[in-house]
């Protein structure tokens, strides 16, 4: 296990800017993730971690030794595919070995199997040692590229969106085993995804890039419960955060954002911005309770249900929408009712309308 250090790394491609002075740090043990869109510097990252590609500035560390200029084969890294990359032709024995059999000096036949045949019982895949790539499911072969990784015993691993060629049941459960995975290890690993529920259910922190920029870095509950700004906000979640325009007013117990929804208690914690400036509210959809009104402005226009979740699209007269997260047990509502809203002042957050920086978290 090592650490992971990445000091003013850029890379340009032409005037396109794919990374962009990344001052990032993951510790021994740490499971990391980078999340974002396509395009935002999660792949560049890894890619430059690898030593896939060449970094235009900066420099990049595992432990104490600097790997800027190295090859990959010199970095003492293991990457998992998306794709698996497993060898057709060879066994799932045979795909394990790969890497010490390729290593020089070989180890002896003894010591491959035992180590092969550890890795395997570790992940669960023994029984299918003797099988090919083509007669064994998608999440063995996944199983299987990561026996291949982990028999290196490399200080640290890296994985490029490698559930994301399984069925939405399979990936779940991968995450799990990922999970259990790493507990078991301890190793240090890097992963890259854009799918942000395997970010906040795998990582120790995760690493949110847009545009080439590192945007924030912290632990799951810390990036979902105070976003940096707004694209942090409205990219982790499962769902869209509602953002509502209006302005700051002092109320009676605290500050009041006046909206076209009605005025919101903001409650006493937290920054006070400064009088006049522009701003924008964010809310998401588990922060606002609905109620049912008849003699309201307030109209449900859509219902959604989601399992043991109801989603509620809200308008207002001026059409200002907002959607909320309803209990379908406890609540019957239907479209083209009316309804009030009551939001929880504990989970608002306030951002800076030009900037889309947070100024503002609920709770202080």
């Avoid at 293991?78 to 799932?92: D, S």
């Amino acid at each position: 296990m090592s650490t992971v250090t990445f000091e003013g790394v850029s890379k340009r491609y032409g005037e396109v800017v794919a990374l962009d002075a990344l001052d990032l740090r993951v510790e021994e043990g740490e499971f990391v993730s980078l999340l974002g869109p396509s395009g935002s510097g999660k792949s560049t990252t890894l890619n430059l971690l690898a030593g896939l590609m060449d970094a235009d500035t900066g420099s990049i560390r595992i432990g104490t030794r600097d790997i800027t200029g190295l090859p990959p084969e010199q970095r003492d890294i293991a990457m998992v595919f998306q794709n698996y990359a497993l060898y057709p032709h060879l066994t799932v024995f045979e795909n394990i070995a790969f890497p010490l059999e390729a290593r020089k000096p070989r180890p002896d036949a003894a010591t491959i199997r035992a180590k092969v045949e550890r890795v395997a019982g570790t992940l669960g895949v023994a029984p299918l040692l003797a099988r090919y790539p083509k007669e064994i499911s998608g999440g063995q072969q996944q199983r299987v590229a990561l026996g291949r990784a982990m028999v290196r015993d490399p200080k640290v691993f890296l994985l490029d969106e490698p559930l994301s060629n399984l069925d939405a049941r399979l990936r779940i459960r991968m995450r799990r085993d990922l999970k259990a995975l790493h507990h078991q290890l301890g190793s240090t690993i890097v992963y890259v995804t854009h799918d942000q529920a395997e970010a906040m259910t795998l990582s120790s922190r995760i690493a949110v890039f847009d545009h080439g920029k590192l945007q924030q870095y912290g632990a799951p509950a810390e990036i979902y419960e105070r976003p940096a700004n707004i694209f942090v906000a409205n990219f982790v979640g499962d769902r869209e955060t509602n953002f509502l325009d209006g302005t700051l007013e002092a109320g009676a117990d605290g500050l009041v954002y006046a909206t076209a929804l009605g005025r919101i208690p903001l409650g006493n914690g937290g920054a006070t911005p400064r009088e006049g400036r522009a701003t924008r509210l964010g809310v998401r959809p588990e922060a606002i309770a609905v109620e049912p009104d008849g003699g309201s402005d307030l109209r449900v226009v859509l219902t959604e249900l989601a399992g043991a979740d109801l989603f509620l699209t809200v308008r207002g007269r001026d059409e200002t929408e907002v959607v909320a997260r309803a209990d379908p047990r406890a609540i019957r509502i239907t479209e083209g009712e009316g309804v009030r809203l009551r939001f929880d002042a504990e989970r608002l957050h306030l951002f800076d309308a030009g900037t889309g920086v947070a100024v503002r978290h609920g709770g202080g």
